[in-house]
């Protein structure tokens, strides 16, 4: 079994932004806590993937992939 650890954050937000999370996490079903934790690791899978593609794309030849994604390829 695995334990995860949690770490409880104190979090300043604009109450506007506050009333728009507690709006969507309300409509989702899902507590305000939820609707944070899961908003950040949306984020921080996006910007992952981001760091991933920017390094795999390292040394890439753009003229070659346009080629092959238009069938062109040899």
């Known amino acids: 079994?695995?334990?995860?650890a949690k770490a409880r954050v104190s979090l300043n937000l604009p109450q506007s932004l506050?009333?728009?999370a507690e709006d969507f996490a309300e409509?989702?079903?899902v507590s305000?806590?939820?609707f944070i934790a899961l908003a950040l690791a949306e984020k921080v899978g996006a910007?992952?993937?981001a760091d991933f593609f920017m390094e795999?794309?390292?040394g890439a030849d753009p003229?070659?992939?346009v080629a092959w994604?238009?069938?062109r390829a040899g």
Do not use: F
């Open 1 to 4: 079994m695995t334990i995860h």
């Open 18 to 20: 506050k009333a728009a």
């Open 27 to 29: 409509r989702e079903g």
């Open 32 to 34: 305000l806590n939820q």
């Open 47 to 49: 910007a992952r993937a």
């Open 56 to 58: 795999r794309g390292k």
């Open 63 to 65: 003229a070659r992939a």
């Open 69 to 71: 994604l238009e069938g």
